[in-house]
């Protein structure tokens, strides 16, 4: 057993804490049990509790029928679920290298400001002029439509990369300039591929400075293939999604990029058959997210557009 805070591999058993191991180091003189550093630390509900909660996510639920399964607090439903999605995402989206021919292609969610909270609780006036102050603009009453689509202020683009192996990674753009196209996209892009992609003018700038192989798809022209290259898959991988987003009706902006990781990997395992799929899901995510950093998964250096680092 090693120590998950000073890695010495110098430990002994130290008695049991609630029929469960404890163990301590004799490096640091700490105690610590199978669970510290993960998701399921310090948590007081029984632990096969967390086997319902990997089927509910495998499910899909919202945290209010997680809560209601469970019997929970909807809070505590909304901490658990994400504590395991921002750990699952580190060992998932932040590591993944695409390679072979890869489809990417962008799309969009209304940008949200779901559960935020203002000094002003009493006065609606007040807490209006505070939301317009923050968000350049008033609250929306009972949810109504925006009628923007496309690039626009209030949609937040996905991109969405997807090689032939159905590996996948979604990726939550502030917006799709081309020196955030180069500074999200080019890590998670392995050596001697394709990229196929429409004819936005962002992609081409990009894999050009880069050197990157690139096939753009004009669709205005009804250019939807050419071979075997197309992004069919990425597209059929938008409809899954946003039909799959429908249940949440609507997420917050600030959260989104954990849904992301959520749907990708329940897409990309839906042949992993039931209680084999809670236990990998469960393990992928139960890690010590402080000891994992996105720099040590994914190539570094600097952007071939703005010469920044691509990762910060």
Known sequence: MVCPRCQSKSTIRDGKVDDRQRYLCKGCRRTFTDLTGTPLAYVKKPA?????VARCMRDGYSCRRIADELGIFVPTAFKWGHTVLASLRTRTDLATILSGVVEADETFFRKSHKGSHFKNKKDPDARREEFFKANGRYPRKHGKEEHKRGRSKDQVPVMVLRDRTART????MPSMKTEEIARQMLPVLGQDMVLCTDA????????????????ALNQNKSEHSRGVYHIQNVHAYHSRLKEWMERFKGVSTKYLDNYMTWFAYIDTTRSI??????????????IDSKKVRYKSTVPTGTCVICNEPLLK
């Open 273 to 286: 058959s039931r209680g084999t799929w809670e236990q990998r899901f469960l393990a992928m995510s139960c």
């Open 169 to 172: 990674v979604s990726l939550v």
């Open 48 to 52: 096969d509790m967390w086997d319902e």
């Open 200 to 215: 936005y003018r962002g992609y081409k700038t990009v894999t050009k400075s880069a050197g990157i192989q690139h096939i």
